[in-house]
């Protein structure tokens, strides 16, 4: 088990950035793969990015490539995505998710990430 507890969202005006934090407990977060993934109403669940197990590769998603910077520190057993330029669209709950443990390549399906958290709700004005 690699239970997952998201914050961070909140209402920010277009333009604007958000740091979005993920806390995991458990000795074994270390070896999983991290993933971030939102879901806006009435759509699926799209992949946002992900991090490697040892934090040395990353996995952005086309469509937000250049405005998010996914990270993870082990010791504190957290994974960070930094969110910039944010648009309207980019308005959905944002999920985090492990996968593995010790997994090589990346994932973008929901269905191959073991664990979620409840997600933290992002909202973008106009």
């Known amino acids: 088990q690699v239970p997952l507890v998201e914050s961070g969202g909140g209402l920010v005006q277009a333009g604007g950035s958000l740091r979005l934090s993920c806390k995991a407990s458990?000795?074994?977060?270390?070896?999983?793969?991290m993933g971030w993934f939102r879901q806006a109403p009435g759509k699926e669940r799209e992949f946002v990015a992900a991090v490697s197990w040892s934090g040395s590769a990353t996995d952005y998603a086309d469509s937000m490539k250049g405005r998010l910077t996914i990270s993870r520190d082990n010791p504190k057993i957290m994974v960070t995505l930094q969110l910039h330029s944010l648009k309207p669209e980019d308005t959905a709950v944002y999920y985090c998710?492990?996968?593995?443990?010790?997994?090589?390549?990346?994932?973008?399906?929901?269905?191959?990430?073991?664990?979620w958290g409840l997600g933290t709700q992002v909202t973008v004005s106009s």
């Open positions: 458990g000795s074994t977060f270390s070896s999983y793969q």
């Open positions: 998710a492990a996968r593995g443990p010790f997994v090589f390549g990346f994932s973008r399906e929901p269905d191959e990430y073991d664990y």
